[in-house]
């Protein structure tokens, strides 16, 4: 199985941030039977991934919403933000790379296996298990207008984002005790 088959729900870059320094491992939890909790030191590689998550039928490359379009829109740009962050705050990003962050905290909403699941079956029940079809039947109008609403959509996340106080030493943005 290639390596690019396990789909990461949360960036190994976000992840490397909460290992200790003794393994260089995190505690990932999962649940066992009724309900109970099992914990274990795993390694970022290791953990926050499923098994073909962002796979597609539509492409000849199945893995083509991972590496052409998750990896270097949304991750890359966001790792870049994260750790001009951690270094130096948040008045040091540019305005181009606070929309890099943005983008980067709202696909970490909507990239989740619950999250993806339903909009795979959202999507078979609509296009017959071809999502290519949503493209196809749609006319260049409705993808202009779509295309507006989605970006007015990410401007006004944006704006409530990067104008809130919680970049603070102790909001979640700055592990392992550091502080801005």
Partial sequence: MPANDNHHFVPRFLLESWTS???HKLSAYRRIH??????????????????????????????????????????????????????????????????????????LYFRGPDTMRKVQEKLDAETGGDPMTLIRNRDPENRKRDAKAVCTQQWKVGKVVCTRKWWGPNCLLYPKGQAG
Avoid: M
Wanted: proline residues 4%; glycine residues 6%; hydrophobic residues 45%.
């Fill in 21 to 23: 320094s003794v393994d």
């Fill in 34 to 107: 009724q309900g109970a909790l099992e914990s274990k030191r795993r390694s970022p590689k290791a953990v926050a991934k499923v098994l073909g998550l962002y796979a597609s039928r539509s492409f000849a490359n199945k893995n083509y919403v991972e590496t052409d379009y998750v990896t270097p829109v949304i991750d890359n740009p966001g790792a870049l933000a994260y750790q001009i962050l951690i270094a130096s705050g948040i008045s040091a990003l540019t305005n181009v790379q606070r929309a890099d962050w943005v983008r980067f905290v709202v696909a």
